[in-house]
């Protein structure tokens, strides 16, 4: 933004007039979309309606395709479309879409029963499922907390053991512990608000006790939840259909009726997405990728070939909805993200702020990094140099780089987006250090916005999240700022062209990587000293989803983000 939009931003911000007033406590935004030194911070409840508004319009929003596919395999039978090697050939290729009718049968080895009598918020009053004794393999039942409840559940170990809760319908956001019969924890699993299911997997000694403690999370509201615990490889019906795709076809589905999960795999078998839940709530409206349903995924295909998709954990009929599309960039045309590190005006609204409010320049943090003014143009240069290294921006891209300090703000015109460089938690009322204003699978809405806020990463050297913290005498300033400016604002592009959080602790650093691990993110190398010549490389690439937000499976964020910014 230059000198004559600065005045107009002064001018509002006197008068109150468009500006949205910056007294209310700032939001925590929803953890999908933002980038935090902390990623489990977040108003539970507040989140919960908010998603759930959402999903109702993704609901009203999606249109179903007009030719539909019949399952095969009678209602009757199982066996026949229950893995990818059997999976049934539905003819489906790149088209606008259609709906899928099947039926799943129970499995006779899950136990469903009924919610156990309370009291059961003690060891010493905890119910026993049975699970582990020679009758019972898994089961699955349902409970409900209230305020600080918490509920614990007896069982008996059985080698590998998956313990899960759903929350359909409720606030309550759970949290799950495994304690063996000396009172020792064994495991636990939080969501860190992504979602409010939660679970966990561990190895339990064959015929000793266990138990399983679900409570809510700290400040959460009550709620019901339904509880499962398995053991092993049940006889739950799967029905997998095999999809063929072309290179860079954007697939979306969403399943509805009995089935509560989906699973993509690609044309090796490879599950590159699992999930038991419906954050199409974060897409763009613009986007046309089914959503609302039980279990939504989405998926860009790196190569063409024949993909797998299966449909589980249900019993009785499902509908199917499928749809593959063309990345957004190839119809749309050239698409202008524009770096601002000059201050803006930013409606908040969709990052669950107030409305519009005015952020400051990323001039105004530079003494905060022992910087002055001459080093701006360096610190911004790198940060570009950064962004354009990150997204590989090379053959036949369909978005361009501009940026304040050599262009004119082309913000408001069609196909502009922007990233905005500067601001402060309390100049925006959003508590995170960045966030994306979606998660864009293909592209589909090229007028977004996305900030990187410069408060907590300019603070005095001791957070993680501070750049100070990595900075000596004689680290290169200009280059490490710039750089890590560049990973971060990379990090929302990726949300913006379709790539969700991978997990942020494994071996694996990449620019998706889910916040909490900034020395990562800011590719400080071994010595811990930014602007060295020990500095890494980060980028996107392949790695599991975090395990927190629900997702299973390997997701490419390279790919994804190639294809979002491609034009064939």
Known sequence: MRLAAAIVVTALVMSGQGVASAAAAPVRPDPLLSWSEHPGHVDAATLARTRAAKSRERILATTTPGRVHAEREPASARGRNDAVASAEVTGFSSSPGAVITGSLLADPTLAVLPEFAEPNDSAAAASDTGVGTPARR??????????ADQDFYRLRGSGHTRIATLTPGSDLDTVLTVFDAAGQEVAASDNVGATFDASLEADLTAGAEYLVRVTGGPGGPSGTYELTIDT????????????????????????TGSARKLVVHDTAGREVQGSRQDFSVVYPPSSPLPGGGNAVVDFVAPSAGRYYLGVEDGEGRYD???????????????????????????????????????????????????????????VSTAAVDALRENLGLSGRFGVRILNSRDHADPWGRKNVSRLVIGGTIAESGVSTVAIAQSIDPGNFAHEETALVQLDLLSAPAGPSV????????????????????????????????????????????????????APAMFAVGADGIGGNADDVDIDFGEDVFVPNEGFTGVEDAANRTRWGYSRG
Do not use: C
């Open 138 to 147: 898994a089961m699955r039942t349902t409970g409900r907390i209230t305020g």
């Open 232 to 255: 092993g490889e049940g006889l739950g019906d799967k029905d997998f259909y095999s999809v063929r795709l072309k290179a860079g076809d954007v697939l979306g589905a969403s399943v």
């Open 320 to 378: 199917l909805t499928l749809k593959a599309l063309r990345p957004g960039a190839e119809a749309a045309g050239l698409q202008t993200v524009f770096v601002d590190f000059d201050g803006a005006l930013v409606d908040t609204t969709p990052y669950g702020g107030e409305g519009v409010k005015s952020l400051s320049p990323m001039a105004n943090f530079l003494a905060a990094w022992g910087l002055g003014p001459a080093d701006e143009a360096a």
């Open 466 to 517: 501070s750049l100070n913290t990595y900075l000596t005498p004689a680290s290169d300033k200009t280059r490490f700022i710039g750089r890590a400016l560049g990973n971060i604002a990379a990090h929302e592009l990726g949300h913006l062209s379709g790539s969700w959080h991978q997990h942020q602790f494994n071996e694996h650093d990449t620019l998706m990587d889910q916040g909490g691990n």
